[in-house]
């Protein structure tokens, strides 16, 4: 999962975090232990360097485990390694760089082949199926493809996908889709009353009431950008 920055106050940030995730918060139970990467590559300004210390405390109380960062500011990279976080990028180059290193190593034979047509199907990313109701204190997570649930999800249970998440039945509990930071990532509910409904780390909650033509409706919830900014938008489904 991936945390999009687009404050560059760290304690507000921290602020936001523990109060709909953090220990005393009606979500408090939400994550366990997961993996975050931080990434500050939306902020509009500078996202301080320093602050990434009161950033991990407030994920670490929210049962979030800070284990990498995507940054373009050296700073904050710098200070990212200095507190054991990986550079996603810098892990990316370093493989990139050994494979080129062995290819280099290797002596290239001359061969004389038979060039022949091949036709390869492009691969289809996995779907996950649920056919039985997600009940509270559940999580199913698809990870690297799309989860589609043909039965209800209570309130306390957690639906999460690295691509779409399709509930055709009430969705009561929470749905995160985009995990690993897929800003095209919908979620669709042919019954719209979610705990939580979060594209690509952006959520809403409860707490925000849904308006009266989308509450219990059929929806869909993509990610739109406004001001530079990403927010949720909440479609009705008009067969």
């Not at 999800?153 to 985009?178: C, F, S, T, W």
């Not at 849904?210 to 949720?232: C, M, N, Y």
């Amino acid at each position: 999962m991936a945390l999009l920055l687009k404050s560059e106050d760290p304690k507000q940030v921290a602020k936001e975090l523990l109060s709909n995730f953090g220990k005393a918060s009606d979500n408090g139970n939400f994550f366990d232990d997961d993996a975050m990467v931080i990434d500050d590559t939306k902020v509009v300004g500078i996202f301080p360097a320093e602050g990434l210390v009161t950033l991990m405390t407030a994920l670490r109380e929210c049962r979030l485990r800070p284990v990498a960062v995507r940054s373009n500011h050296a700073a904050f990279c710098d200070q990212a390694r200095s507190l054991g976080l990986v550079v996603a990028e810098e892990v990316i180059q370093k493989r990139s760089d050994e494979s080129q290193k062995s290819a280099s190593n290797q002596e290239t034979p001359v061969v004389r082949e038979v060039v022949k047509e091949v036709v390869r199907e492009r691969p289809v990313p996995a779907t996950m199926l649920v056919d039985k109701p997600v009940r509270s204190g559940q999580k199913i997570y698809a990870r690297g493809g799309d989860l589609v649930v043909l039965a209800a999800v209570n309130q306390g249970a957690e639906v999460i996908a690295d691509g779409n998440v399709h509930v055709y039945a009430p969705l009561r509990g929470k749905a995160m889709a985009g995990a690993s930071g897929n800003v095209q990532a919908r979620v669709f509910s042919t019954c719209l009353e979610p705990e939580l409904i979060s594209i690509a780390g952006v959520y809403r909650t409860s707490e925000n009431a849904l308006p009266k033509h989308i509450h219990g409706k059929a929806v869909q919830v993509r990610l739109i950008s406004q001001d530079g900014k990403e927010k949720l938008m909440f479609e009705p489904l008009v067969s």
